[in-house]
């Protein structure tokens, strides 16, 4: 529904720009060029209300139909969808990688955690998928690729998974429109991102992008009677078998997973059948991994756990990108004793919904320890945790280094 410029411009008075600081790149003057103008940000929050129905079934309906984009897949233009991890400072031993996911949905929120993370000027961004509402072509332009856009490009690499909404228009805008926009840098070559999965890597650790979101929307309508269960399609598995050679039971490197959809939830749906296709290649090795993931609109850290047949993992939940943050308990009582953390902070109350903190997750690489610092769009430290990788064994240990007291579940 139409607004006008200045009723637009009134809603986001009290919602706030963080300045950029310190960001020593090109795309300095663009950024103060966006927050200086908050005609840029089309949308309000609180269009993302889980009560909006009208609003997400105009979109679905407008996209939903036509052919699925083709699948991409390693090898592909000469790339094996491997990268190795490096510092855009020479000097620096240290690599890293911003995690954001499901922020693309070019609020005045989702705009202030891209300025934010520019702030940081990490090597590397990450989207762990769900561009809102249908990840259309003007929707990736609107997030990522449009000059005034607040996605920030890490020096060293800026990779993107697909979630779910971009599935919702088959697919095209993300393979055709915003892969070409992603890329890895080897040295100081680009490569452009040719698949919507990859692995990032070093001496230590390996970073796997898993593509949850193709296998995630059946055909409309259909996906009601028979949900998708986000499984990795055969081209994915045969690249982690013979490319990343997640098998091997020589290579002790800690393994991170990204991806878009929960391996396992408190609150809504849970998708074990990716887990237990990795556990599959991965054979004997009782390997436990670290696993961030999106879709579910808050932060959680659970107990590590596994998931039917597959891995034990220390998970992270991640989807409060960018949409309006949920806060509520679970449910079912008894899912609380799942999570060990959970961010249920009121940031404020809109069209009276509590809403939470949106923020995302800085991991920093150091040799064997990899650390994870969640900040929120004020840019409080809410908690920062750490893991370390023995390479004799590839276990890893984990401690929870500092946490805000309001988290504790
Ligand atoms: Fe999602």
Partial sequence: MARSAEERAGKYLDMGHSEVENHARAQQKVFEKHVGNKENVTRVISEFFKTNLLGFAYHYLRSRFGPRHPYQAYPRNGDSGVYRMQSAQPSSSEVSIALLSDWASDTAESDQVGHLVSSYAPDYTIHMGDIYFVGSPSE?????????????YGASGSLVLSGNHEMYSNGNAFFTHLLPAMYAKDGDLRKTQQAGFFCLENDYWRIIGLDTGYTSVERPFLEILSPPDCHLRKEQLEWLRDVVKIGDPADKRGIVFLSHHPYFSAFREEYKKPGEQIKALMGDQERVVVWFWGHDHRLVFYHSASNGKGPVAYGRCLGHGGLPVEIRLPSEPGEISKMQLYDRRVRKVVKHHEIGYNGFVMLKLNGPVLTAEYKDLEDTLVAREAWRVDMKNG???????????????
């Fill in 395 to 409: 276990q890893i240990n984990w401690e929870m280094l500092t946490f805000l007291s309001e988290l504790a579940v």
């Fill in 140 to 152: 990736v332009a609107e997030n990522f690729t449009a000059p005034y856009a607040s996605w920030y």
